[in-house]
T-cell receptor, first 115, second 116 residues
């Protein structure tokens, strides 16, 4: 079974600064996907970024980027130039390659951007 | 209507009540999910329906009963719940392409359930 661990329950950062959220996972699979999902207060959870394990290049989506370390089973999310709208719960998630969209989530990190 | 809509947004019920949560997706997806979100715990996958057939039931107690009458609608019927069932229940949908998963789930805003 896969597990996903997010060791930072809460974080806060000043607006415009850079923040990094940590995630580690445990699996015996070789082919898999990793995700970061964002859940703003009282709003839908949405996908922020996705990484395929077979790709060495780290995924990037505008101000969001990941640091994927396959050997260390680490998958951190970096948010650059943070904005007030980035305030949310962030969930790291894992899915096996043939996982039929069944994701294993971590416990989440509550990120607050301070004006 | 767009995306995934859940009703009601808030529900308070006694342990002997029977109620239902409703989810509707307007995205043309072929899979729907129920997740349970409790504070300081990982999201728990409860049920998965793909092409209107239940393909996953993660050892959920029988007091939770799902129903998927068509690809756009998903219900979670609740009866004789316990206080520890209080949580945010999230519905999600996705388009499953056989062996080419995307992992992108589209979530509703959730139904906040309180069991007294």
């Amino acid at each position: 079974a896969q597990t996903v661990t997010q060791s930072q329950p809460e974080m806060s950062v000043q607006e415009a600064e850079t923040v990094t959220l940590s995630c580690t996972y445990d699996t015996s699979e070789n082919n898999y996907y990793l995700f970061w999902y964002k859940q703003p207060p009282s709003r839908q959870m949405i996908l922020v970024i996705r990484q395929e394990a077979y790709k060495q290049q780290n995924a990037t989506e505008n101000r969001f980027s990941v640091n994927f370390q396959k050997a260390a089973k680490s998958f951190s999310l970096k948010i650059s130039d943070s904005q007030l709208g980035d305030t949310a719960m962030y969930f790291c998630a894992f899915m096996k390659h043939a996982g039929n969209e069944k994701l294993t989530f971590g416990t989440g990190t509550r990120l607050t951007i301070i004006p | 209507e767009t995306g995934v809509t859940q009703t009601p947004r808030h529900l308070v019920m006694g342990m002997t009540n029977k109620k239902s949560l409703k989810c509707e997706q307007h995205l043309g997806h072929n899979a729907m999910y129920w997740y349970k979100q409790s504070a300081k715990k990982p999201l728990e996958l409860m049920f998965v329906y793909s092409l209107e057939e239940r393909v996953e039931n993660n050892s959920v107690p029988s007091r939770f009963s799902p129903e998927c009458p068509n690809s756009s609608h998903l219900f979670l019927h609740l009866h004789t719940l316990q206080p520890e069932d209080s949580a945010l229940y999230l519905c999600a949908s996705s388009q499953v392409f056989g062996a080419a998963p995307t992992g992108e789930l589209f979530f509703g805003e959730g139904s906040r359930l309180t069991v007294l």
